[in-house]
């Protein structure tokens, strides 16, 4: 079992910058790969970024986010982190961090594990 835990979210103005940190618990070693999605108001929740338990074996982001974002992970610290620039009133969401996808790493029903999500909220 594996429990997950989003922090860093809050208000920022378009272009700002926010980190978001997902510490995981509940395993003895951090071999798995983490994904972070997202959910606006009445959309469906969508990929934002995954990362491998191997920084050199996989780092994958939607288009929407490329050049923008940027996800990564202390492996020592089970932890893993998006940062997000530039941001966009569009980036508004709740997000969303998960653990050990089994297929499709772009599908929210690939994942096994979530945070309860953690709130991001871009005025213009």
């Known amino acids: 079992q594996v429990q997950l835990v989003e922090s860093g979210g809050g208000l920022v103005r378009a272009g700002g910058s926010l980190r978001l940190s997902c510490a995981a618990s509940g395993r003895t070693d951090f071999n798995f790969p983490m994904g972070w999605f997202r959910r606006s108001p009445g959309k469906e929740r969508e990929f934002v970024a995954v990362?491998?338990?191997?920084?050199?074996?996989?780092?994958f982001y939607a288009d929407s986010v490329k050049g923008r974002f940027t996800i990564s992970r202390d492996n020592a610290k089970n932890t893993v982190f998006l940062q997000m620039d530039k941001l966009k009133p569009e980036d508004t969401a709740v997000y969303y961090c998960s653990a050990d996808p089994q297929g499709d790493y772009t599908l929210p029903s690939a994942y096994e594990y979530w945070g309860q999500g953690t709130q991001v909220t871009v005025s213009s």
């Open positions: 990362i491998n338990w191997n920084r050199s074996g996989g780092i």
